[in-house]
């Protein structure tokens, strides 16, 4: 079953950009995660946020948790081309759980 | 850093056989895996839980006797696809969790592409 929602499905930007993606969630979790996905290939973790963090930040990312709306944001910041790819939030329940995966966010990023 | 591998990376069957594909954390243990399929255009939907010396755990819709899990030690688990048919067709995936830097992260596999003629 999908826990999240994502919007936007599709995103396309210029390089340079900044691109932002959400993730809406239905129940309490631990934690939530965002994870890329470069077409046909695995998963790369990317950042997890704890229930009782708000903001974090990692190199061009940042991540925001707002538990009282159960929604979180992804902003990458000064998109490159290489940034192309699929993003998906996921939300765990208890610390390294099982993960519920939202519907993902496909970016592309134009030279 | 931890990593998991997944064999095979790419298979063709025949309508009917079975499939078993193997997830092995390589560098640590993992008394627990998940397995996921994901569709073309679609997200990974988590199928079950994979529990080292007990039985797995099924999400609801997941056949257990068509997807059949066995975690045979700490560091492999197998997924066997019984008498696979074209609609089970689609990219598996397998994590484990793993502590490191104060927090259990999930590490993936790179995926098994499955096609079923």
């Known amino acids: 079953s999908q826990q999240g929602e994502e919007d936007p499905q599709a995103l396309s930007i210029q390089e340079g950009e900044n691109a932002t993606m959400n993730c809406s969630y239905k129940?309490?979790?631990?934690?939530l995660q965002w994870y890329r996905q470069n077409s046909g290939r695995g998963l790369v973790h990317l950042i997890l946020?704890?229930?009782?963090?708000r903001e974090k930040h990692s190199g061009r990312l940042r991540v925001t948790l707002d538990t009282s709306k159960k929604s979180s944001s992804l902003l990458i910041t000064a998109s490159r081309a290489a940034d192309t790819a699929s993003y998906f939030c996921?939300?765990?329940?208890?610390?390294?759980?099982?993960?519920?995966f939202g519907q993902g966010t496909e970016l592309s990023v134009k030279p | 850093g931890a990593v998991v591998s997944q064999h095979p990376s790419r298979v063709i069957c025949k309508s009917g056989t079975s499939v078993k594909i193997e997830c092995r954390s390589l560098?640590?243990?993992?008394?627990?895996m998940f397995w996921y399929r994901q569709f073309p255009k679609q997200s990974l939907m988590l199928m079950a839980t994979?529990?080292?010396?007990?039985?797995?755990?099924?999400e609801q819709g997941v056949e257990k006797d068509k997807f059949l899990i066995n975690h045979a030690s700490l560091t492999l688990s197998t997924l066997t696809v019984t008498s696979a048919h074209p609609e089970d067709s689609s990219f598996y995936i397998c994590?484990?969790?793993?502590?490191?830097?104060?927090?259990?992260?999930?590490?993936f596999g790179p995926g098994t592409r499955l096609t079923v003629l």
């Open positions: 994590s484990a969790p793993h502590r490191g830097g104060g927090s259990d992260t999930q590490y």
């Open positions: 129940t309490s979790i631990n934690n």
């Open positions: 946020i704890r229930s009782n963090e």
């Open positions: 996921a939300t765990a329940f208890s610390e390294g759980g099982k993960l519920i």
């Open positions: 560098d640590f243990q993992a008394t627990t």
């Open positions: 994979s529990n080292e010396g007990s039985k797995a755990t099924y």
